[in-house]
């Protein structure tokens, strides 16, 4: 038996999107006590909150895991860029902010893979149950959660080029991509109100954090799950150089998401059986899945020269930045209060395809736009941008151990670009992106081609194929490495149970049964606030059919 320095409830491992919902839900919903423990630190710096400020945190390592992924073989040997948060309210305290709940058909979907209960009219209540939506009420959306949710309403004389050129290529605007119909292009929703980022930690852990029976833990990297038999007892972490065990007396709920929630199981001893003998540890459950059926959203982009010079760009200059900063602090207004992309589309890569196989994205400024002053610091080139992913990739990659170590970072695998339909389409999505660059709405704007420039052809597939290869990223979307299913190699049972044993759940963005089609945080988001009723024994929210 295992000395507990104490024993709580619940422990939760990770203050990520779903640990935040997972630790308000299960405190207030007749938990005794909830532990919850993150290895990153507090979300206290301005900037995690300022909606523009992502440009400055996103690659911090302070608040970002910063993983890089192998050389990946069909992306010439390339390694890619998997930022993931490591701070209070985890991604959700870094990302772009972008709102969106994917396709309903992914549910339906998840439903005919054997997950009851999963299905969009079962799942749609839930997300309802998030939100605070500050301007839309209506079926599809709640307006009395702790999450609040709007539509973004930046200004830019580019965005009404992009509507104009959406309309002469022949393609819809969306009246709520998170409504009724995806299809179509549209203002981004945004998790970004009154001048301040929503994260999951603003939304949900700061509320719990009140509560006398809630304890978070912060720069507390968990080591290990301790086991007694097949049950999950407590979890092993270090804090400031101190190894610390817990009890867990109801559950453990791995919560870390895709990257690392297979990393503790694996060190833990559960895991391929296969690999963890070669990484010299006890095998505690053999469980093949374990890191397996990693997906992420595979992207590409395009960017132009403005031809008449870019206002985002003009505002970057350090005394107008400094004035913006101030104003969204002071009244939580102007340019950085809201998420520097605004706006994006749902598109088909071939007509008969029954839903959207392709997410883009478009940017009034550089990808790689920063503050400057003349004769201080030289400004970025002034470009728009469009981008571009892939919704449901036929690549399956895999996490896996590097070592037994848990502080040693995983090895990542993605796979991106291993079948023929995967090229396939992302070629398509760079013919639909230039497409709608060169409508006549943009000419006024639109200077030289600055990636990848004209010598890369509409009708050249080869050349496509080689830009693709050269500048693919992802849009940071991992899911499915603990995957949810009824078949052998799943990793969860439809209640998130980790099969095979006892008092342990995964509940995040590895449970998927696969890749929804779009940005996944409020996926997350909802798979937390159903799991929640779940845990603790309760019927589930009535079902909606949309």
């Not at 009851?116 to 309802?128: A, E, H, I, M, R």
């Not at 080591?223 to 867990?248: C, P």
């Not at 029954?354 to 004769?375: H, Y």
């Amino acid at each position: 038996m295992t000395d507990f320095e104490k024993t709580v409830d619940y422990i939760v491992v990770g203050a990520g999107s779903a640990g935040c919902v997972l630790t308000n839900r299960l405190s207030d919903g007749g938990a005794n006590t909830v532990l919850t423990l993150e290895a990153g630190d507090r979300d206290t710096d301005f900037m995690l909150h300022m909606p523009l400020g992502v440009g400055k945190v996103w690659q911090d390592p302070k608040y970002n895991w910063s993983y890089e992924s192998e050389p990946e073989p069909h992306v010439d040997n390339r390694r890619l860029f998997h930022p993931r948060g490591k701070v209070l309210g985890g991604s959700s305290s870094i990302n772009m902010m972008a709102y969106v709940r994917c396709n309903a058909g992914d549910f339906d979907r998840w439903r005919q893979k054997g997950m009851s209960g999963w299905s969009y009219d079962d799942v749609l209540p839930y997300f309802k149950r998030a939100e605070s939506f500050q301007d839309r009420k209506d079926d599809y959306h709640g307006d009395d959660g702790p999450w609040k949710i709007r539509t973004t309403d930046v200004e830019d004389p580019i965005f009404d080029a992009f509507f104009g050129a959406v309309d002469s290529a022949g393609y819809e605007k969306a009246e709520d991509y998170n409504g009724a119909v995806q299809d179509g292009f549209a203002r981004l929703q945004v998790n970004a109100v009154n001048g301040r980022r929503q994260s999951a930690a603003v939304a949900y852990l700061r509320p719990a954090m009140k509560r006398p029976n809630v304890e978070v833990q912060v720069r507390a990297h968990v080591t290990r799950v301790i086991f007694d038999g097949t049950r999950a007892t407590g979890i092993e972490y270090i804090q400031d150089g101190t190894t610390h065990r817990v009890g867990a007396g109801k559950e453990v709920i791995l919560a870390g998401g895709a990257i690392n929630s297979p990393q503790v199981l694996m060190v833990s001893g559960v895991g391929p059986a296969d690999h963890l003998k070669d990484m010299g540890i006890e095998v505690r459950h053999d469980l093949a899945g374990v890191g397996s059926d990693l997906q992420d959203h595979p992207a590409i982009g395009l960017e132009y020269h403005y031809s008449k010079g870019s206002e985002f760009h003009k505002q970057l200059r350090l005394d107008r930045l400094a004035f913006h900063v101030a104003r969204v602090k002071l009244f939580g207004t102007g340019m950085a209060a809201s998420p520097p992309s605004s706006l994006t589309g749902f598109v088909k890569s071939r007509p008969d395809l029954e839903i959207p196989d392709i997410q883009m994205f478009f940017r009034p400024m550089s990808m790689t736009a920063r503050q400057w002053f003349p004769g201080i610091l030289a400004p970025s080139e002034q470009t728009f941008a469009f981008r571009s992913c892939h919704l449901r990739p036929e690549s399956r990659g895999r996490v896996s151990l590097r070592s037994a170590d848990p502080m040693d970072p995983v090895r990542i695998v993605n796979n991106f670009l291993s079948t023929d339909e995967d090229r396939r389409v992302l070629r398509e999505s760079f013919r639909i992106m230039r497409k709608l660059a060169l409508q006549p709405a943009f000419d006024e704007l639109r200077g030289e081609e600055f990636a990848p420039g004209t010598h890369v052809r509409d009708d050249d597939d080869e050349a496509i194929d080689a830009y693709v290869r050269q500048g693919l990223g992802t849009v940071y979307h991992p899911v499915s490495t603990c995957r949810m299913g009824i078949d052998d190699r799943a990793v969860v049972d439809g209640e998130m149970k980790v099969r095979g044993l006892e008092g342990l759940r995964v509940v995040d963005a590895s449970i998927f049964p696969d890749l929804t089609g779009g940005n996944i945080n409020a996926v997350v988001i909802m798979t937390a606030e159903k799991a929640s009723d779940i845990i603790l024994g309760r019927g589930a929210l009535a079902r909606q059919a949309a």
